[in-house]
């Protein structure tokens, strides 16, 4: 059974940070790209970041480049989003998402709110 549980989600202030974790498990995790997805109340799912299989490689929107790091260990399963110098325009659900380019294949999360607000 496919699972990608986030956890880390909560209430910060702005200029805050929190850090989110992804646990993956009922598939091969090193062989997926992980993404990490956000979707404010009212708006369109947004890709905030991705990381590759290997984690060697990294893209980041625009609106949190310099801010957030994505990061994974493949030893873990897991799959992580640190975020500094958080906005309230941050504030939204967050996904893990695992996506396997040879295949399409794809699983979600069911995710973890982020909160910015003084």
């Known amino acids: 059974q496919v699972q990608l549980v986030e956890s880390g989600g909560g209430l910060v202030q702005p200029g805050g940070s929190l850090r989110l974790s992804c646990a993956a498990s009922g598939f091969t995790f090193s062989t997926y790209a992980m993404k990490w997805y956000r979707q404010a109340l009212g708006k369109e799912r947004e890709l905030v970041a991705t990381?590759?299989?290997?984690?060697?490689?990294?893209n980041y929107a625009d609106s949190v480049k310099g801010r957030f790091t994505i990061s994974r260990d493949n030893a873990k399963n897991t799959v992580y989003l640190q975020m500094n110098s958080l906005k309230p325009e941050d504030t939204a659900i967050y996904y893990c998402?695992?996506?396997?380019?040879?295949?399409?294949?794809?699983?979600w999360g069911q995710g973890t709110q982020v909160t910015v607000s003084s």
């Open positions: 998402n695992a996506f396997w380019s040879l295949s399409g294949r794809t699983y």
């Open positions: 990381i590759s299989s290997t984690g060697y490689t990294w």
